[in-house]
T-cell receptor, first 116, second 114 residues
């Protein structure tokens, strides 16, 4: 399977704990995106990497959230001191990047986070 | 800012019925428009897209036409099948900026009964 993969698929944690999610994009894709999807809503953009550079961050990404893509391949999203409001599906997507034109984003299956 | 408003669901249809899911948008400039589909237990998949006014995107019997004058991108299918049961998301991507981040609607759950 050469699609976008995410790990873990499900995470249950207690309020106040730190969690980390991993995303492995399609190997030749240089762009990587994180989205958050709450129940009954569409995905909301969190952040975007081109290669290892984090180029955009949404205001949804509070100081408790940090994302990295150290070698321009896989990415991690860490949430510190989790709150119940962080419960959501966290989606990763990747795309190739060629200039200013849209390139299809391929989505992973997501990591469902439940904060108790 | 950019926003997408989608027809609220859930929508329940009988097999072979005609489907319309309404989508309107607000965006600066001339966005690209998309329909994504999420089948149960699977990730989001691009269903179709249109990148300029009057373009028609089509795939798997689904169609949507980019209407700039009404800022709409309604999804249609002439005869739905049980296998079309899924959640459908309308989305846009602005031409400006480097991210090409997607702005999604809230999704419409479609159930097709045999």
């Amino acid at each position: 399977d050469t699609g976008v993969s995410q790990d873990p698929r499900h995470k249950i944690t207690k309020r106040g704990q730190n969690v980390t999610f991993r995303c492995d994009p399609i190997s030749e894709h240089n762009r990587l995106y994180w989205y958050r999807q709450t129940l009954g809503q569409g995905p909301e953009f969190l952040t975007y990497f081109q290669n290892e550079a984090q180029l955009e961050k949404s205001r949804l990404l509070s100081d408790r959230f940090s994302a990295e893509r150290p070698k321009g391949s896989f990415s991690t999203l860490e949430i510190q001191r989790t709150e119940q409001g962080d419960s959501a599906m966290y989606l990763c997507a990747s795309s190739s990047g060629t200039g200013g034109y849209y390139n299809e984003q391929f989505f992973g299956p997501g990591t469902r986070l439940t904060v108790l | 800012g950019n926003s997408v408003t989608q027809m609220e669901g859930p929508v329940t249809l009988s097999e072979e019925a005609f489907l319309t899911i309404n989508c309107t948008y607000t965006a600066t400039g001339y966005p690209s428009l998309f329909w994504y589909v999420q089948y149960p237990g699977e990730g989001l998949q691009l269903l179709l897209k249109a990148t300029k006014a009057d373009d028609k995107g089509s795939n798997k019997g689904f169609e949507a036409t980019y209407r700039k004058e009404t800022t709409s991108f309604h999804l249609e299918k002439g005869s739905v099948q049980v296998s079309d049961s899924a959640v459908y998301f309308c989305a846009l991507s602005s031409r400006g900026g480097s991210a090409r981040q997607l702005t999604f609607g809230s999704g419409t759950q479609l159930t097709v009964l045999p």
